[in-house]
């Protein structure tokens, strides 16, 4: 008896898409660093259950800690899933065109989102004029205001300007890419 053959893998973790070139290459290698921001968030917050109902001295830091970063992990995860093409789409009619018209597809939903996502990047930086500015002109970032008051506020609109900024660039290399015909 012929021994059954093995169905061939796909490898469900490729990293980024081959037209995302090197950005994307270098988005997908940077996203374990938010993977660990995740991590240490856990960490922070096992740490405050067990200061709190064991030790009664609960902190002040812990919060705050642990929203700016799974902020800064769920901000990056757009950029993330833009450069390994992971991003959520309605496939219904995308799959039933021939690659020469999805291809054209995947242009022009470059071209779209990367012009959605320099707006956004305008938007953004509106943010962070009034986060990270004071009305002088000298550089000073938004702070929470708790009794901790640290500078998260004004870290994650700059963080957010950053990701945006770097995903309307890497819309614009996905859409030459897929231009070209590169794979």
């Given amino acids: 008896m012929a021994e059954p053959k093995e169905a061939p893998k796909q490898d469900q973790d490729a990293g980024a898409i081959a037209e995302a070139g090197r950005l994307g290459r270098w988005i997908d290698k940077t ?6 921001g995740i991590v240490v968030s856990m960490l922070i917050l096992l740490n405050e259950v067990l200061l709190r109902y064991l030790f009664n001295a609960p902190t002040i830091w812990a919060h705050e800690t642990t929203i700016f970063l799974c902020g800064a992990a769920f901000l990056y995860g757009g950029l993330y899933c833009t450069a390994r093409d ?18 054209g ?25 009034k986060a990270a500015f004071r009305p002088d002109g000298s550089f000073r970032l938004e702070r929470s205001g708790s009794a901790w008051d640290p500078v998260y506020p004004g870290l994650i609109k700059v963080f957010l300007l950053a990701v945006m900024a770097v995903m309307a660039v890497q819309f614009l290399l996905l859409a030459f890419n897929y231009a070209r015909g590169r794979k």
């Fill in 86 to 103: 992971r991003h959520i789409r309605v496939v219904l009619i995308y799959d039933a065109l021939p690659a020469r018209l999805r291809r």
């Fill in 31 to 36: 996203g374990l660093l938010f993977a660990g």
């Fill in 105 to 129: 597809l995947d242009i022009v939903i470059s071209l779209i989102c990367a012009l959605a996502s320099g707006i956004f990047a305008w938007a953004a930086w509106l943010m962070v004029q």
